[in-house]
């Protein structure tokens, strides 16, 4: 069946480095690829997402870059702060029909 | 615009009885979702209704998991009975049909 592969399981960067985080997704029909952050106690939010037709997007200081050859997509953090540690899943859909997600990515950033 | 919302927040139970959970999606969100997040990993898509019809539950343990939606608004997920496994958050979620989705706070299960 379809599956979302995500590394690595923890991270951990000085604020102000640079932090990414990479997923590989099996089925060649998706076409939506969005990532959420979540907090402790709450449920996932986006923050970033990407279709298939654009190979990378920026938003301030989160970017996002898909290869669809190699199904391949990673999440770019920059300049880190410490308000970013929190756990990232990335996910991957058919126009949002049956969203797979990864198994999460927990990111801490040191003061 | 007001979140999902979900109720309870927390539920502890024993095995082999029963527990339902209740979603009120977005206003307006056709899409419905149903995940279980255990802890320490993603979260799995339980069940997705699109208005008040079914479009996915293949990984939905039909045995003890329902769920329904009815009117296409508001939904409830029920077990029975729940099983150790089962504790996890259950989380909801809402969307159009852009693909992306909106979460509640989840309701936290722990099976004793």
């Known amino acids: 069946g379809e599956n979302v592969e995500q590394h690595p399981s923890t991270l951990s960067v000085q604020e102000g480095d640079s932090a990414v985080i990479k997923c590989t997704y099996s089925?060649?029909?998706?076409?939506?690829f969005p990532w959420y952050k979540q907090e402790l106690g709450k449920g996932p939010q986006l923050i970033i997402d990407?279709?298939?037709?654009?190979g990378e997007k920026k938003d301030q200081r989160i970017a996002v870059t898909l290869n669809k050859t190699a199904k391949h997509f990673s999440l770019h953090i920059t300049e880190t702060q410490p308000e970013d540690s929190a756990v990232y899943f990335c996910a991957a859909s058919k126009g949002g029909f049956k969203t797979i997600f990864g198994a999460g990515t927990r990111l801490f950033v040191k003061a | 615009e007001a979140g999902v919302a979900q109720s309870p927040r927390y539920k502890i139970i024993e095995k082999r009885q029963s527990v339902a959970f209740w979603c009120n999606p977005i206003?307006?969100?056709?899409?419905l979702y149903w995940y279980q997040q255990i802890l320490g990993q993603g979260p799995k898509l339980l069940i997705q209704f699109q208005n008040n019809g079914v479009v996915d539950d293949s990984q939905l343990p039909k045995d003890r998991f329902s769920a329904e939606r009815l009117k296409g608004v508001d939904s409830t997920l029920k077990i029975q009975p729940a099983k150790l496994e089962d504790s996890a958050v259950y989380l909801c979620?809402?969307?159009?049909?852009?693909?992306?989705?909106?979460f509640g706070e989840g309701s936290r299960l722990t099976v004793l």
């Open positions: 089925d060649s029909a998706s076409n939506y």
């Open positions: 990407i279709r298939s037709n654009v």
């Open positions: 206003s307006g969100h056709a899409t």
């Open positions: 979620a809402s969307s159009r049909l852009t693909g992306e989705l909106f």
